[in-house]
Nanobody, 123 residues
Framework: QVQLVESGGGLVQAGGSLRLSCAAS????????MGWFRQAPGKERDFVTA????????AYADSVKGRFTMSRDNAKKTVYLQMNSLKPEDTAVYYC????????????????WGQGTQVTVSS
């Protein structure tokens, strides 16, 4: 089992940057595929990006390609989401997710979730 704790959210002006972190506890973190999702008020939880356990595969939502970068440090049991050129429409609660076998954009396929961290981008 894996426990996930996100951090790094906050308030930033449009065009600015933030880096989110997701720290994991539990065994075998290095074998888990990881994802970031976000949920704005009144909307469904949307896929942002994912990275495979081996770092060989990554995937990004079209809305964040070229602006966001996901990475992982298996030794530190942490994944990161570097967000640049932020826009007001990026405002949401950002969630980290993990799964031992699934890699992709379908939130229902991820077994473990963090509690989320708020990102607010002002115009």
């Amino acid at each position: 089992q894996v426990q996930l704790v996100e951090s790094g959210g906050g308030l930033v002006q449009a065009g600015g940057s933030l880096r989110l972190s997701c720290a994991a506890s539990g065994r075998s973190f290095g074998s888990y595929n990881m994802g970031w999702f976000r949920q704005a008020p009144g909307k469904e939880r949307d896929f942002v990006t994912a990275i495979s356990w081996s770092v060989i595969r990554t995937a990004y939502a079209d809305s964040v390609k070229g602006r966001f970068t996901m990475s992982r440090d298996n030794a530190k049991k942490t994944v990161y989401l570097q967000m640049n050129s932020l826009k007001p429409e990026d405002t949401a609660v950002y969630y980290c997710a993990a799964d031992p076998s699934y890699f992709g954009s379908r939130s229902r396929m991820y077994a473990y979730w963090g509690q989320g961290t708020q990102v607010t981008v002002s115009s």
